[in-house]
């Protein structure tokens, strides 16, 4: 199988959240959603995994996390700064977070050179979406892919959430919309847009697999960004946005995989006892062992 490497975005400041969801324990030994992730990269074949984090949090990341994975897979870190911006360009005073999704990726530009695949920290993917991304870059794949999920699979029930609504054309991505307020309901998925939703319709959960060529469009494409946007003291940088220019402009085409995972994620205090309370039914079902690593 070719190489392939697992880029996590751990550089989240958790402001909604009230600390550092990342380092939250949601399994039966203490495990981070992280580290189910990371567990289910090894079992499908990837060969290396790059944290993107801050580098205050360096030590206590690798103490609380990464420490545990030696000898089961490479492991390097990138670190996305507000104050790392190509020549020409500073922060403007007053700004406290970093640049977003497309900067926090670029961040890692100097240590992949292999196919690799883009994740969200703080959210669970599932054994089967790691496989089936894994399974298409090891057959030599070169274009970008995005797994895409069932929506039905992605909701909350605590209440209305914002998912990327996809449109697919013999198999590539066409557009993403993102929707707001989407809820399950009676009849199917309600959402702010009137729209008919009966919930498999196809979501991105940015879950996207890229070759090294991506660098090279986000070197580009920020300081286009920059240029519009760098005295804004809350603008952002995002990948899907990326995507979205690249398709529009015929640069790139997104083969878009399937995953019937279910997703979820740690957003508010209150998602924790739900998703502690999935994670257990999977380990009772010997989906994991009681401790990972």
Known sequence: MNDITLLIMAAGMGSRYGGLKQLDAVGPNGETIIDYSVYDAVEAGFSKVVFIIRREFEKEFKERISDKYAGKIQVDFAFQDLHALPDGFTSPEGREKPWGTGQAILSAVNLINEPFVVINGDDYYGRESFKVVADYYGKGADQFSMVAFRL??????????????????????????????????????????????????????????????????????????????????????????????????????????????????????????????????????????????
Request: proline residues 4%; charged residues 25%; contains cysteine.
């Open 152 to 293: 039905d699979k992605t909701l909350s029930i605590f209440g209305g959430v914002t998912r990327g609504l996809c449109t697919v054309k013999e198999g590539k991505l066409d557009t993403v919309i993102e929707t707001e307020n989407l809820q399950k309901t009676e009849n199917g998925v309600s959402s702010d847009r009137d729209i008919v939703l009966d919930g498999t319709e196809p979501v991105s959960m940015n879950m996207w697999g890229f070759t090294p060529v991506l660098f090279d469009y986000l070197k580009d494409m920020f300081v286009d960004f920059l240029t519009e946007n760098g005295k804004e003291l809350k603008s952002e940088f995002l990948i899907p946005s990326v995507i979205n220019d690249l398709i529009q402009g015929g640069r790139e085409q997104v083969h878009v995989l399937r995953s019937n995972a279910n997703w979820f994620g740690v957003t508010y205090k209150e998602d924790k006892p739900y998703v502690m309370g999935e994670i257990q039914k999977l380990v009772d079902g010997n989906v994991y062992p009681k401790k990972l690593f």
